[in-house]
């Protein structure tokens, strides 16, 4: 049975830094693509970065150059770091594989 469990979220300040780690089991983590979505309050989901199992990134616009996705394959963990982060990051962010999803974690960005 595959799960993915998010953490790492939470509340931080205009310009701060949070790192999100998903911790995934049930499936060859090596093999296959992973990334991260978010949904900010009465949005849909939205793309923010995929780790390729070749070792290729992609990040949409809002996240490049202040995210940065990565992966342990030893740990089976995807790990996203956000910096210089912005209200407008605010959402439920999901780590993702295939069609299986995590149950998201939140992070608020407020004065």
């Known amino acids: 049975e595959v799960h993915l469990v998010e953490s790492g979220g939470g509340l931080v300040q205009p310009g701060g830094s949070l790192k999100l780690s998903c911790s995934v089991s049930g499936f060859t983590f090596s093999d296959v693509n992973m990334g991260w979505y978010r949904q900010a309050p009465g949005k849909g989901r939205e793309f923010v970065a995929i780790?390729?199992?070749?070792?290729?990134?992609l990040y949409s616009d809002s996240a490049k150059g202040r995210f940065t996705i990565s992966r342990d394959n030893a740990t089976n963990t995807l790990y996203l770091q956000m910096n210089n982060l912005k209200p407008e990051d605010t959402a439920i962010y999901y780590c993702n594989v295939l069609q299986y999803w995590g149950q998201g974690t939140q992070v608020t960005v407020s004065s």
């Open positions: 780790s390729g199992y070749l070792g290729t990134t």
